[in-house]
C-alpha cells in the first residue's frame, strides 16, 4: 500500500540553525500538508500546498516557515533559524483531493529537538 | 472556532477487555470526524471516518458513531488485542475552514496479556 515517508526520524539542532524536513507524498496525490505536534499538545495543522503554491497556512506558519515542493516527489519544510520552541514532531500527509471529507494520509513524523 | 477534545490518558486495559475513547467536538459548520490511529514507530494511520450525523465508522473491530445532537464520535472496541496497543487522534475536518484538520491530545492505549 502507498505510503508517506519522511526524512529524517530525528533531528537535533543548534537554536538558530536552518532544519529542513523532507517528505515523499502519496505518487498521485496533489494536495500536501504539515502538522507539527509538540510534547503534551494537539496535533496543529501548519500549512497546505497545491499546484506549487501555499493554498492555507495557520498562525504559527509565520515568515521563519517555508515549504516548497523541488522536483516531482518531495515535498519539504525548511525552519530558517531555529527556536527553541519549534521542539516538536512534524508530519507531513498528502491527499488526492480537496474536499473536507477526503483523507489526509500521514507520514511517520520527524521529531525536531531544539537545543 | 473547530476543536476537539479527547479523553486523557495514558489507558491501560487487559485483552478482551471494551473499549470507550470518548471524542467531542465544537465546529463552525457540518465537519466529516476521522479516528487515527498511530503504532509505534510509525505515521497516522485512518481507523476509521464518518462524514455525516447518524454514520457509523467501522474498521477492524473498531467503531464510532457521529452524533450531532451531543457532538460526539466516541471510538468503541468490544475485545481489545495487545496488537491494538497504540495512540488514537480524533480528529475533524470542516467544510467551513478548508481542509485543515483539527486533532485532539491523543489517548494512549496500552492492551497488556
Known amino acids: 500500500e502507498p505510503e508517506v515517508t519522511q526524512t529524517p526520524s530525528h533531528q537535533v539542532t543548534q537554536m538558530g540553525q536552518e532544519v529542513i524536513l523532507r517528505c515523499v507524498p502519496i505518487s498521485n496525490h496533489l494536495y500536501f500538508y504539515w502538522y507539527r505536534q509538540i510534547l503534551g499538545q494537539k496535533v496543529e495543522f501548519l500549512v497546505s500546498?497545491?499546484?506549487?503554491?501555499?493554498?492555507?497556512k495557520s498562525e504559527i506558519f509565520d515568515d521563519q516557515f517555508s515549504v516548497e515542493r523541488p522536483d516531482g516527489s518531495n515535498f519539504t519544510l525548511k525552519i530558517r533559524s531555529t527556536k527553541l520552541e519549534d521542539s516538536a514532531m512534524y508530519f507531513c500527509a498528502s491527499s488526492s483531493g480537496l474536499r473536507y471529507q477526503e483523507t489526509q494520509y500521514f507520514g511517520p513524523g520527524t521529531r525536531l529537538l531544539v537545543l | 472556532g473547530n476543536s476537539v477534545t479527547q479523553m486523557e490518558g495514558p489507558v491501560t486495559l487487559s485483552e478482551e477487555a471494551f473499549l470507550t475513547i470518548n471524542c467531542t467536538y465544537t465546529?463552525?459548520?457540518?465537519?466529516?470526524l476521522f479516528w487515527y490511529v498511530q503504532y509505534p514507530g510509525e505515521g497516522l494511520q485512518l481507523l476509521l471516518k464518518a462524514t455525516k450525523a447518524d454514520d457509523k465508522g467501522s474498521n477492524k473491530g473498531f467503531e464510532a458513531t457521529y452524533r450531532k445532537e451531543t457532538t460526539s464520535f466516541h471510538l468503541e472496541k468490544g475485545s481489545v488485542q495487545v496488537s491494538d496497543s497504540a495512540v488514537y487522534f480524533c480528529?475533524?475536518?470542516?467544510?467551513?475552514?478548508?481542509?485543515?484538520?483539527?486533532f485532539g491530545t491523543g489517548t494512549s492505549l496500552t492492551v497488556i496479556p
Open positions: 500546498f497545491y499546484n506549487n503554491e501555499i493554498s492555507e
Open positions: 480528529a475533524l475536518s470542516d467544510f467551513n475552514t478548508g481542509n485543515q484538520f483539527y
Open positions: 465546529a463552525t459548520g457540518y465537519p466529516s
